[in-house]
């Protein structure tokens, strides 16, 4: 019998074969274009981010191309190997620095203070309770006074994760799935679970709800994903 695959030689398949759709795109995701706007229109400073688990790094290309410079935080390595690649090929690899790094280990940012912290789909791959609050630790350790953090997940109301839930974890809005194809296991969260694990030190400025019909592994399921941008509480902030 085979050994089991650890989760990154799960996910280094996964690139190569380009299986779910943030694996292969190019574009960044909307998530990420809405609250770069969101937080331009109000003014907030955008110098410094964070791309927690980057994968190919659309959304950190996008990122440096606005300017802003960026720590792209991934444990895979052939991902990071192609985020350094299309960084080069497009000039920007004077603002991105591509780390092969697990997130739920202190975040290599070395002082500077951060603005904006984006996690699209990484999140809720993190499937043990104790990784996720120490990745908590390590955001608020990294985000500044004013800074904010979005995160976008696949719900608890997914239509291609959603088929593989039990209705009584579904009900304690954190149902854990694997997905069948890839072996990967995942957490779908419900929006108020987002929001009560990342309250008190982080606070939701605005929301988007998506729900639409997306092609994964060759058919199309109707998903539904949340981005929530919070920004920090200066309430609950210790420098
Ligand atoms: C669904 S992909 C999303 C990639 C990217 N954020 C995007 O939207 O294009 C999830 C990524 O999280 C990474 N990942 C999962 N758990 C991680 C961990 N503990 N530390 C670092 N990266 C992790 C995987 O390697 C994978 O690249």
């Given at each position: 019998?085979?050994?089991?695959?650890?989760p990154?030689?799960?996910?280094?398949?996964?690139?190569q074969?380009?299986?779910v759709?943030?694996?292969?795109?190019?574009a960044p995701?909307?998530?990420v274009?809405?609250?770069?706007?969101?937080?331009?229109r109000?003014?907030f400073?955008?110098?410094?981010a964070?791309?927690?688990g980057?994968g190919?790094?659309?959304?950190?290309?996008?990122l440096?191309?606005?300017?802003?410079?960026?720590t792209?935080?991934?444990?895979?390595?052939?991902?990071?190997?192609?985020?350094?690649?299309?960084?080069?090929?497009?000039r920007l690899?004077?603002?991105?620095?591509?780390?092969?790094?697990d997130?739920?280990e202190p975040?290599?940012i070395?002082?500077?203070?951060?603005d904006?912290?984006?996690?699209?789909?990484c999140?809720?791959?993190?499937?043990?309770r104790?990784?996720r609050?120490?990745?908590?630790?390590h955001?608020?350790?990294?985000?500044?006074?004013?800074?904010?953090?979005l995160?976008?997940?696949?719900?608890?109301?997914?239509?291609?994760?959603?088929?593989?839930t039990?209705?009584?974890?579904?009900a304690?809005?954190?149902?854990?799935?694997?997905?069948?194809?890839?072996?990967?296991?995942?957490?779908?969260?419900?929006?108020?679970?987002?929001v009560?694990?990342f309250?008190?030190?982080?606070?939701?400025?605005?929301?988007?709800?998506?729900?639409k019909?997306?092609?994964i592994?060759g058919?199309?399921?109707?998903r539904?994903?949340?981005?929530l941008?919070?920004?920090?509480?200066?309430?609950?902030?210790?420098?």
């Amino acid at each position: 019998m085979s050994e089991p695959r650890s989760p990154t030689e799960l996910w280094a398949a996964e690139y190569q074969a380009g299986g779910v759709p943030s694996s292969v795109r190019i574009a960044p995701s909307g998530a990420v274009v809405w609250a770069v706007g969101a937080l331009q229109r109000r003014n907030f400073p955008l110098r410094i981010a964070v791309d927690v688990g980057c994968g190919r790094g659309r959304n950190s290309l996008f990122l440096a191309a606005m300017g802003l410079r960026v720590t792209a935080l991934d444990f895979t390595a052939n991902a990071i190997a192609a985020l350094t690649q299309e960084a080069k090929k497009r000039r920007l690899d004077d603002k991105i620095r591509a780390v092969v790094h697990d997130v739920v280990e202190p975040w290599p940012i070395g002082g500077q203070d951060v603005d904006l912290v984006i996690d699209t789909f990484c999140f809720k791959h993190i499937t043990q309770r104790e990784w996720r609050q120490g990745y908590k630790q390590h955001l608020l350790d990294v985000l500044s006074v004013r800074g904010h953090y979005l995160i976008s997940f696949a719900s608890v109301g997914d239509g291609y994760y959603g088929r593989y839930t039990q209705p009584t974890d579904v009900a304690s809005g954190a149902a854990m799935v694997v997905d069948p194809v890839n072996g990967i296991p995942s957490v779908l969260f419900s929006r108020e679970a987002i929001v009560k694990f990342f309250a008190p030190e982080l606070v939701l400025l605005d929301e988007l709800k998506n729900n639409k019909p997306v092609v994964i592994h060759g058919a199309t399921y109707e998903r539904e994903t949340y981005a929530l941008l919070f920004r920090r509480s200066p309430r609950h902030f210790v420098s």
